[in-house]
């Protein structure tokens, strides 16, 4: 989910810790649980540093181990201790487990959208995204946002924040058999189909899909039920060739293999050098690809330059690659 929403599902468990005896009863611990429930409820995302480095690094990591059953249990030690050096007196146990809730909430709410997490590693590498809620869902921060209104208006923030969560469980729901509804139609379109990935949009009944078969890729919007094909590829599976397994020693290249699903590659052959390019088909925008990995290689299969990333016009990701020019 988006910054934002999972802030505003911390002051959610905030709101319900008041439902504690121990937090009713005091008012310091009260207030090192509100901020730890809003501080853990972001922790996973603080990966986010990664892209410091470089993108290559940022997509490896970004929701990989630290969204991990390890890191969570990390996550919520580090926030609540930080939080404890500060409120000493109160019982640190308490503090800890609304963290823990915080955190752990993140994890599960990341694995509902199309970007996913590896909420499994290290006992399992793949990418988890069930594709049933968009990364910003306006109906679900809208519940969270008027849970905390009702709050500041005088409600009683337990049993708010529990009418709040339940009703979201329900959108869940409904969300899960909206998807399930899509990929049945593309089923009957498409028998022969081998994966179909999912990912809603911000309009409620409107889906982007991609579709695998044995020998296409098929792109489209799905709106109301009917299916609107946008682009259809050919599914060229990877040769084995030394400038291919040249390709795959990159660190550009081996991440964002690493984190999509599907997608397709060129190869483009120069004078002086080869460039392959990796094209994630699942983030279609206004026609173009902007979810890219391209490495060029010498006639010796030496990497002369790679990037992965995201970028929205041919003429930028060129000039990442300049050391061509």
Do not use: C
């Amino acid at each position: 989910m988006d910054t934002a929403t999972h802030i505003s599902m911390g002051v959610a468990i905030g709101g319900i810790a008041t439902l504690d005896p121990a937090v009713q009863q005091d008012p310091q611990l009260f207030q090192a649980v509100l901020i730890g429930a809003i501080v853990g409820s972001h922790a996973p995302d603080f990966d986010t540093f990664f892209k410091f480095k470089n993108n290559a690094t940022y997509i490896r990591h970004h929701r990989g181990s630290s969204h991990s059953p390890v890191a969570v249990l990390l996550w919520s030690l580090l926030v609540t201790f930080a939080i404890y050096a500060f409120y000493i007196e109160i019982p640190w146990l308490n503090l800890w487990g609304w963290v823990l809730l915080s955190v752990v909430l993140h994890v599960i709410v990341d694995i509902f959208n199309a970007y996913g997490t590896q909420a499994l590693k290290p006992f399992l590498d793949k990418w988890i995204a069930l594709g049933w809620i968009n990364t910003f869902d306006p109906y679900i921060f809208g519940l969270f946002v008027a849970g905390a209104i009702a709050w500041l208006l005088g409600a009683e923030p337990g049993v708010t924040y529990l009418i709040v969560f339940f009703v979201v469980f329900l959108y869940y729901i409904k969300r899960f058999f909206d998807k399930k509804e899509i990929t049945d139609i593309l089923q009957k379109h498409f028998p022969d189909a081998v994966k179909i990935i999912t990912q809603p949009t911000i309009r409620h009944n409107s889906w982007r899909v991609v579709i695998e078969t044995p020998y296409y890729y098929y792109v489209a919007y799905s709106t109301d039920g009917h299916i609107d094909i946008k682009d259809t590829f050919e599914n060229n599976k990877l040769p084995e060739t030394a400038e291919m397994n040249a390709a795959f020693h990159d660190e550009n290249v081996k991440s964002f293999i690493n984190f999509s699903p599907i997608f397709r590659y060129e190869i483009d052959r120069f004078d002086d050098y080869v460039e392959i390019r990796f094209i994630d088909l699942r983030y279609r925008y206004k026609g173009h690809y902007p979810f890219v990995a391209v490495v060029t290689l010498d006639k010796f299969y030496n990497t002369l330059t790679s990037y992965t990333g995201w970028v929205y016009s041919e003429e930028k990701l060129q000039k990442k690659l300049e050391p061509l020019s």
